[in-house]
């Protein structure tokens, strides 16, 4: 798996958009961007995945450069409960037998 | 969605004795899970892959015979730490996955305390 690196951390005022960056400069061809989060004491949440084209759902946008070689996670009105630790993966799809090697993460701050 | 459940979400034990973690797939069969355990302020480290109907495969540094996995059927995966002790003491966390579904689901996680 390529690897990742992201800001250890992140503040964001709630209701403005939350921007969160990934570098993944080895990425390979075949490798997609995928972004799972933390809640504190929870496991960890799927968020979004994407190969080359930009990628949206009801949770975030996911922005990857033409180069592929970083990416941007955006939650566009952050709340209080998106505060978590943030992680960027780059893998091949998931099939049986493939695990999830987790970094360090971003560990984001929604304030008030 | 694909659900994972783990059982229990927390559990406290006296050092020297065994605790079993259950991990489920609600909805979906899992050939294939994960164990993953954390400790405080720290990222997920992968303990081991336990595979349905075989012996499951460890990490380095994880020892077999202390984190005995049992993946008996396609929805049920345990994790028995076995003799444990305070150093023991994390968060223990499954996932499993759909296959052809490109990600991993995860448990809710289950916070071991060994005094």
């Known amino acids: 798996d390529a690897k990742t690196t992201q800001p250890t951390s992140m503040d964001c005022a709630e209701g403005r958009a939350a921007n969160l960056p990934c570098n993944h400069s080895?990425?390979?061809?075949?490798?997609?961007v995928y972004w799972y989060r933390q809640i504190h004491s929870q496991g960890p949440q799927y968020i979004i995945h994407?190969?080359?084209n930009n990628e949206t759902n009801e949770m975030a946008s996911l922005i990857i450069t033409e180069d592929r070689k970083s990416s941007t996670l955006i939650l566009p009105h952050a709340t209080l409960r998106d505060t978590a630790v943030y992680y960027c993966?780059?893998?091949?799809?998931?099939?049986?037998?493939?695990?999830?090697?987790f970094g360090g993460g971003t560990r984001l701050m929604v304030k008030p | 969605g694909a659900v994972v459940s783990q059982h229990p979400s927390r559990v406290i034990c006296k050092s020297g004795t065994s605790v079993k973690i259950e991990c489920r797939s609600l909805?979906?069969?899992?050939?294939?899970m994960f164990w993953y355990r954390q400790f405080p302020k720290q990222s997920l480290m992968l303990m081991a892959t336990?595979?349905?109907?075989?012996?499951?495969?460890?990490e380095q540094g994880v020892e077999k015979d202390k984190f005995l996995i049992n993946h008996a059927s396609l929805t049920l995966s345990t994790l028995t730490v076995t003799s444990a002790h305070p150093e023991d003491s994390s968060f223990y966390i499954c996932?499993?996955?759909?296959?052809?579904?490109?990600?991993?689901?995860f448990g809710a996680g289950s916070r071991l305390t060994v005094l």
């Open positions: 909805d979906f069969q899992a050939t294939t």
């Open positions: 336990s595979n349905e109907g075989s012996k499951a495969t460890y």
């Open positions: 993966i780059v893998r091949v799809p998931y099939n049986a037998g493939n695990m999830l090697t």
């Open positions: 994407g190969l080359k």
């Open positions: 080895t990425i390979s061809g075949n490798e997609y």
């Open positions: 996932s499993a996955g759909v296959a052809g579904a490109n990600v991993l689901t």
